[in-house]
């Protein structure tokens, strides 16, 4: 069976173990693959060895919470989507969340289709991303989006978030064209989700801050105010991987 056809295999860590095992056979009634693990530490040792394509946490956990554990993986280079579950859905909450690493916030009580819908849109970008994955030239940077690996300009060598390399790729996508908030909402986390369009400002300086000869007067990475972004690169730099 090719990756392509394979049930997307996904992780639940929560502590409510009646709930963790619910969620589970939902999973596993729509076709996926699904584990469970008990707490934060459990979660990060089995997101080490397993391989999967989603892992769905439990904020409010002992010793390790949900979102020590995702800024763990992310430390670690786990780049696997995170959806959070917890019973605070204030925005300051969300933003936290989404800050740690985190792809979606969904928030408790929530009706079993909503899980399933958020589940499906997450796995749908990952898959938009990996389908369409390839290299990047421009301004004497590489960026490998397979690998999340980049060469700046400079000579340093960066590995770059998930979150990072998914909006590079929209922007490389559309290059010389401007690329609304909206659309890099939608693409990336999911419009619905995230409270604030600040977040992708933050995202845009750290790139800069990686690619750009001078990061207060960007030659490629631009703020089109009050729109969106446009990158602008050389001819015949998005090309396909070999």
């Known amino acids: 069976m090719s990756a392509e056809d394979r049930p997307a295999k996904i992780l639940v860590v929560d502590d409510e173990v009646h709930l963790a095992a619910g969620i589970r056979e ?18 990060l040792r089995e997101a080490r060895v397993g391989s999967f394509d989603l892992i769905v946490i439990d904020v409010a956990m ?23 579950l917890t019973v605070r859905g204030a925005p300051e909450d969300r ?3 989404l800050e740690a690493g985190g792809d979606d916030y969904l928030v408790k009580p929530f009706h079993r289709q909503e899980l399933l819908l958020r589940i499906a849109a997450i796995l749908r970008r990952t898959k938009w991303y990996n389908d369409s994955a390839a290299k990047l030239h421009f301004g004497g940077n590489t960026v490998d989006f397979l690998t999340y690996r980049a060469h ?26 401007v690329v609304d908030r909206e659309d890099i909402l939608d693409k990336v986390w999911g419009y619905e989700v995230f409270p604030s369009t600040r977040t992708i400002d933050n995202f845009i300086v750290r790139l ?27 001819p015949e730099t998005l090309a396909a991987t070999s």
């Open 208 to 234: 800069r801050r990686r690619f750009e000869r001078n990061p207060e007067t960007p030659a490629h990475l631009h703020t089109i105010r009050g729109v969106g972004y446009r990158l602008t690169r050389e």
């Open 152 to 177: 700046a300009w400079d000579g340093r060598e960066h590995v770059l978030t998930h979150k990072e390399a998914m909006i590079l790729k929209l922007l490389a996508e559309r290059a010389d064209a």
């Open 26 to 43: 939902n999973l596993l009634a729509e076709g996926y693959v699904a584990e469970t693990a008990a707490n934060g530490v459990e979660g």
């Open 62 to 84: 002992p010793e390790m919470d949900g979102l020590e554990l995702c800024r763990a993986l992310r430390d670690e280079g786990i780049e696997t989507p995170v959806l959070f």
């Open 95 to 97: 933003i936290l969340g």
